[in-house]
């Protein structure tokens, strides 16, 4: 297994920013140009891309399955082109995978690429599989701000306003987009967990029962935990099997 954990210059944000990279000694999946599957991984609202390295396993599941993994950082953006601040949906759907295969060849195929996250990362990569179902596979979101606005109701005002001007727009709502999903096509297959003693246990409960009202086919988990790494070392050990779970069956 090798690691890149540097920096690199974004131009959507216009600034150095970290980025920490895992790439497998080895992977099944390679193709003859070495291109390999990647799940882009997202941190929490106070954690940074370092987190899920230093607190789970996450470095030991991918190696053992052969998958690449990409954790960006975004600050406390909520994975938004901020209303003022900087465009870190944009960095993080449309350049930091176009820098990522540059560097370090990782596969460009829909079925070659997963995103998941947790907390607030959990929101994001769930947008990112609701807005672009055509380049993920496959979806995971953990103990997710399913329910943003009801997330930012409890940031600081300047933070609100910073984000989104204090309202939720209608293109980061995830309520709003699970229900044009099917419009746009083939959807990712979606993984989701939540502990029980999680303070967004009730949200994620409501927007599981939204999804199979709108007949969105989705794996739904929980079992006892709370908001914190026990929790979401399991659930990335898990979530990993059922990214890779298609190509597996091949």
Sequence with gaps: MSMFDGNVFSNALGMIVSLTVILPAGSKYGTPDGDMPVLTLLHGLSDNRSAWVRRTKVDLYAEQAGLAVVIPEVQRSFYTDMAYGLDYYTYVSEELPRL????????????????????????????????????????????GAVDAQSRYDLLPEKERISINKDRLADDCNLFLLAEGLKEKGPAPRLYMTCGRSDFMYEDNQRFHHHMESLGIEHTYEEW???????????????????????????
């Excluded at 070659?112 to 990362?121: H, I, P, Q, R, T």
């Excluded at 979401?232 to 779970?245: M, Y």
């Design 100 to 143: 990522c295969r540059q560097m370090f060849r990782l596969s460009d195929r829909r079925e070659d690429n997963f995103v998941a996250g947790l907390s607030m990362g959990g929101y994001g990569a769930l947008k990112l599989a609701f807005q672009h179902p055509e380049r993920y596979a496959a979806a995971a979101c953990f103990s």
């Design 224 to 250: 006892d935990g709370g908001h914190d790494w026990f929790f979401w070392d399991e659930s990335i050990r898990r979530a990993i099997p059922f990214l890779l779970e298609e190509k597996n069956a091949d």
